[in-house]
């Protein structure tokens, strides 16, 4: 099977496959820190993409349910084990820890090979005018199944 550009689900893991360009690095040719996070982030959306879940639909579901609906990152604990350099081609691994009413947690690494150079656990909250509403369910229900 052919991986999209958005990736693969398989076993529940979702893999992207990202490659480090010069705009990743600083004067050293070593990916910037806060790049991991960008490519953390693009693993997370192309997960939920995966999943089967259109976006511009669940998009409007939720601004059905909740106008002004947001996901947005509540936590993360994350540690930078080993660099990523210029051309390295890395792959985010995003899998699903826990599904809760209004936020999931996930587990990503960031590898090169089988090197593994970042690890983060992210919780993400569902929120609407500024409070905690719970997720949709065809979004819960779909990570439950991946």
Known sequence: MTASLDGEICDGRHHMRVRVYFEDTDAGQIVYHAN??????????NYLRLLGTNQQALLQEANDDAPGF??????????????????????????????????????????????????????VAFVSGGKAQRIPKSLRLSMERA
């Not at 991991?36 to 959306?45: A, P």
């Not at 009413?101 to 970042?118: H, K």
């Open 36 to 45: 991991f996070l960008r490519f953390m982030e693009r693993g997370r959306t």
């Open 70 to 123: 947001a996901f947005v990152v509540r936590s993360m604990t994350i540690d930078f084990l080993k660099p990523a350099s210029l051309d390295d081609v890395l792959d985010i691994i995003t899998v699903p820890q826990e599904v809760r009413g209004a936020s999931i947690v996930l587990l990503q690494e960031c590898r090169r090979g089988d090197d593994l150079l970042v690890t983060a656990r992210v919780r």
